[in-house]
């Protein structure tokens, strides 16, 4: 068993730190303060080869492992989580699910730009729509419809929530073609933006990751050529659960990165910060907080890795990504609380940075499966 990273980890590790530090601290609150896209950055982070860090160099990613992964989503989630998500939707929901399950015509056709995350001199990049306003963690009780015409597909409904809504150019829908079917009747289609009937809905005005992207999509009568299903008929289901298990390591790795960020803020400011005649950091009360910081970070992030390490080895890593997200996530919201707290009037205001930390801590108790759905899957797999 080894616990030492490798040297190629390392540099990855320093390339997703070097380009957080230089592209993405500077204007952060900004960003979040105006709720504007991190266009720039994502752009910048398909240059390092970011966007499709585990794809298959023959469809233009980087062929890296899920350690990889796990390492730079926690960098770049230490200041700017909105650019964290996009590059989790784009890498663990959309280009693994073409790569995994997709025909070899559509890895041509979308996974190679998705991987690059640019086309044409222009971003691109996907969104994975599967919530609705009547289904979230209940995802059988698909509305969307996609009615079989023979050499094609007529959608129509709505998609709530959707990261990278507005910025994507393309589109994985998860729509009910057969509702007698139940769970069987479920399919996954490739659908582009810019085809007639599909409508971005306004921005949401969230609590954090301000700066990502998150609209509701509506069909009407859309037109889906038979080709752009995904597997065989009524594998939208398994679809969809087999790529989320992916996306929870993705999001467990943000949320590690969150709780990583908010402690390195609150080690830093317990060394400047003097009260009653000494560095808060000789206080017994902060050093207890900083100990269970570090102690609970520590625990998330082997449990991240323990969840990569099975993707990686093909092994079944569903219970593993469930452990992972539910307590990293949970992790993130406690040290990010108590970052706030070590900082005191100033972890309130916007400059020392904790607030908006612990703002975006908590979409990731809810994304991609919330908490209770977590334990959940956990519970199943522990019973059976």
């Not at 949320?255 to 830093?268: F, N, Q, R, V």
């Not at 269970?292 to 520590?298: C, L």
Request: net charge neutral; charged share 25%; with cysteine.
């Amino acid at each position: 068993m080894e616990f030492q990273l490798s040297e190629e980890h390392l540099m990855i590790q320093k390339a997703a730190r070097d380009f957080v530090v230089k592209e993405c601290l500077p204007g952060v609150i900004e960003r979040d303060e105006h709720q504007k896209f991190p266009t720039q950055q994502i752009l910048k982070l398909a240059e390092l080869g970011f966007m499709g860090m585990m794809v298959d160099t023959r469809y233009g990613g980087s062929g890296m492992d899920t350690i990889s992964y796990v390492l730079a989503m926690e960098e770049i989630s230490k200041i700017d989580a909105s650019v964290s998500v996009c590059m989790s939707v784009n890498n663990s929901l959309v280009c693994f699910g073409l790569e995994a399950f997709g025909t070899e015509e559509q890895k041509q056709k979308y996974l190679s730009p998705l991987a690059q995350g640019i086309k044409d001199g222009q971003l691109y990049i996907g969104a994975f729509l599967l919530s609705e306003p009547e289904a979230g963690s209940d995802a059988t009780s698909q509305r969307t419809m996609a009615e079989d015409k023979g050499d094609h597909f007529i959608l129509n409904g709505t998609k709530n929530w959707i990261s990278n809504g507005n910025s994507a150019s393309i589109y994985l829908v998860i729509a009910q073609t057969d509702a007698s079917r139940g769970s069987k009747g479920i399919n996954v289609l490739i659908v582009e933006k810019n085809w007639p009937g599909v409508t971005v809905g306004p921005k949401e005005n969230k609590l954090g990751i301000r700066g990502s992207d998150t609209h509701s999509i509506l069909f009407n009568d859309v037109k889906v050529p038979k080709e752009n299903r995904i597997g065989e008929d009524g594998f939208g289901f398994t679809f969809a659960m087999k790529t989320l298990s992916g996306g929870r390591i993705g999001i467990a790795s943000q949320a590690l990165g969150i709780a990583s960020g908010a402690y390195e803020l609150s080690l830093k400011y317990s060394k400047e910060r003097k009260a009653f005649g000494k560095e808060i950091m000789h206080h017994q009360a902060i050093q207890f907080k900083l100990a269970d910081m570090a102690t609970r970070i520590e625990a998330a992030k082997m449990l991240c890795f323990k969840a990569a390490w099975e993707k990686d080895n093909r092994l079944d890593y569903s219970l593993s990504s469930s452990m992972a997200k539910v307590y990293a996530s949970e992790t993130a919201m406690w040290v990010s609380t108590e970052a706030v707290q070590i900082h005191g009037g100033y972890g309130y205001v916007k400059e020392y940075h904790v607030e908006r930390l612990m703002r975006d801590a908590k979409i990731t108790q809810i994304y991609e499966g919330t908490s209770e759905v977590q334990r959940i899957v956990i519970g199943r797999a522990i019973l059976k």
